[in-house]
């Protein structure tokens, strides 16, 4: 199975560069550490600067349901959107790229 990497993270209530930076440096060493091994879907690529916040979100999850695995950017608790795509990605099993990058894949409890 392909690895797909999606980055989650702040946006509204920061400087649009700030946030681009961030998303665009998080990419930049998740493709540094696999390479052609993973593909990293970033949402400044496909979101516009002052998108309206449901219909940039609509985007957003519908390009994160090719991914199976999530990136979480420093900050994301306190990003409506990002805890939003969490929970989808909790809910449908993703694995995590943690802080170092290393793709985790974890088992589903059960109970």
């Not at 979480?72 to 790229?97: H, N, W, Y």
Request: with cysteine; net charge negative; hydrophobic share 40%.
């Amino acid at each position: 199975m392909a690895k797909y990497v999606y980055i989650s993270g702040p946006v509204t209530g920061l400087p649009f560069e700030e946030a681009k930076a961030a998303f665009d440096n998080a990419a930049e060493a998740i493709w540094k550490k696999h390479g052609n091994a993973v593909v990293v879907v970033n949402p400044m690529e496909f979101i516009q600067r002052g998108e309206e916040w449901n219909y940039a979100m609509r985007k957003c999850i519908e390009k994160m349901m090719v991914c199976n695995y999530i990136h979480m950017l420093p900050g994301f608790e306190k990003s409506k959107g990002a805890r939003l795509e969490l929970t989808i990605a909790q809910g449908l099993d993703f694995g995590v790229c943690n802080e170092q990058y290393e793709l985790v894949q974890y088992e589903r409890q059960q109970g």
